[in-house]
């Protein structure tokens, strides 16, 4: 009951917040917040859950960009089939990238997922009749489904809502699911759940083809919503923004995409203030939150909890004349 | 023709080569010794370039006194690193010590932008523009400067590591901290060592590669997963295995510029590293490895 309340209070804020600021600028963060908020699962699936630390999400990201583009401006299609040629493939991608290289194990597959980032970068900016090179994409439509345009960003805000939520429900359900627990029982001892008989390689590539696509919609969102793509928009240094907000917000826990993409994307904005310093003060920023939270927002929101139902659950005990819980 | 070509192709290759080497032999050295994967190796080698440029141009020191204040003051910024950070989140997961080097990385190459600016620099040439004809082949006198200077200092670091007290120590360290520090080595400086050399060699190449390169703070990350290459290519920790990857990359890149495609060259690079991890993972000089359980 309780549970259901809070719900409901949540969902009134995220329906009323875009109206309660004017400024095209706070809406363009709030959305900003919610695409990040998709990369961030997409992120935390193949990295929280399996466990494989990828840097080079930003490629699928910009494959999904990419493919939106060229396909709502050449062919001429409409929202929804390019979002879903774009999740095609970035799933493709994720197979034919994850199959080989998911063998690698810690920091050698994240070094090849680098490697992969720069290439995928190259080829934006080299292959120019078909990605425009240095100069990128311009004039992509804005979204419209059935008629409805969506060429503001309170319009698009609703519109990113309903496919976070989507999306979020789908990860959820895959996480608590009996799946989850084989990812996580992969990603915390993969030679013991390949001795209980799960097949780790299909896990993990399975996994990993679900995060590109998610990270490949995001990028079709994005492509969308900014009208306009170029390559210096997928560098590895985004895929390492990616993993920031990660581990920022919580590695392997439900909620952290959401927290990492809120906390990320504000402190980017605030940190343009200090202009030439605000890179100088991210990474700073960067090695200070990994001495002092490793667990990231999520680990803490965690352990608060875990204290105050302690707690409550003891005054109950003491209500009832039980005390010996301490 | 095509052998005189290719000939001259592997010259101009060892040049480059022996930097992207030396930027190997410092990810080899964290690696082997600690197994840490630090990505900030390419700013401390833009930290080279700088800090030749800030001596040699700005306070007008002798090129050699350049070379020896800059090395130090990196090494000592790579010590300063391991003792505020690394050294914290040793015990930790490999992802958090990776991403805090990568961490130091955007502050370094944003330190950097803060103090000389964002725009290119060029650094006077320093050595002769000679340019000796041998039976066809062109060879500029400066690129003999650099691997030769490049060249030398490996020699002289591998004798100090392969014939020295000191040298014996550290590398025992590397093998077996427990049992190096029965036998009277100090951790600590043996740590401090690995980083401080590290940073240094990588300052090295930076100051070497000043005269033919335009400078400026964002050229750290193309030389990290260069360098990074290189030390795969030749088995990643290995020290001889990264000096051979390390010429093996800059001769390659040259080829791949001239026979195949200029704008396509880094793609290829990183083709080939992703190919000798999936193929070779123990690179190409070193005899298989088993996964122990």
Known sequence: MKKNISLAILAIVLLVLPLLFQSRYTQHILNMILIYVMLGISVNLIFGYIGALTLGQAAFFGIGAYTAAIISTKLGLSFLPCVLCSAVMGCLAGFIIGIPTLRLKGPYFAIATIGLNNIICIIFLNWEHLTGGAVGISGIPYASILGLQFDTERKVYFLLLVSVFLIFLLYRNMISSHYGKVMIAVRDNELAASAMGIDTAKVKVIVLAISTTIAAIAGAYYAHITNYVAPDAFPVMESITFLIIIVLGGAGFKYGPIYGAVVVVILNEYLQYFEQFNMLIYGVLIMILLLFLPSGIAGIVEIAKAKYYEKKKIYYLKEVGIDEMK | ?293
């Open chain 2, 1 to 293: 023709m095509i052998t005189s070509l290719l000939s001259q192709q592997i010259i101009s290759g060892i040049a480059i080569g022996s930097i992207y080497a030396l930027i190997a032999l410092s990810f080899s050295l964290t690696v082997r010794a600690l197994n840490v994967i630090h990505f900030a190796q390419g700013e401390f080698f833009m930290l080279g370039a700088f800090g030749a440029i800030s001596c040699y141009m700005l306070l007008g020191l002798p090129f050699w006194l350049a070379i020896i204040i800059t090395t130090l003051v990196v090494a000592a910024l790579g010590i300063a690193l391991q003792w505020v950070f690394y050294n914290k989140l040793w015990k930790s997961h490999h992802v958090f010590l990776l991403m805090s080097t990568q961490g130091t990385a955007i502050a370094l190459a944003n330190g950097a932008m803060l103090i000389w600016g964002p725009d290119a620099w060029r650094f006077p040439k320093i050595f002769s523009e000679n340019v000796y004809k041998i039976g066809g082949l062109t060879i500029p006198e400066e690129m003999l400067w650099i691997s030769f200077f490049a060249i030398l200092i490996m020699i002289g670091f591998n004798i100090f590591l392969y014939q020295t007290k000191y040298g014996m120590g550290f590398r025992a360290a590397a093998q077996d901290r427990e049992t190096a520090q029965l036998m009277g080595v100090n951790l600590a400086v043996a740590d401090s060592f690995v980083f401080g050399s590290s940073a240094g060699l990588g300052a090295i190449g930076g100051l070497l590669i000043a005269p033919i390169l335009f400078i400026t703070p964002y050229i750290g990350p193309i030389f990290t997963i260069k360098g990074f290459t290189a030390a795969i290519l030749g088995g990643l920790g290995s020290i001889q295995g990264a000096i051979f990857g390390g010429f093996l990359l800059g001769i390659i890149e040259n080829i791949v510029t001239f026979w195949i495609s200029s704008t396509y060259k880094d793609a290829i690079v990183f083709l080939i590293l992703i190919l000798v991890l999936l193929i070779k993972p123990s690179g190409l000089l070193q005899k298989k490895t088993i996964e122990k359980v």
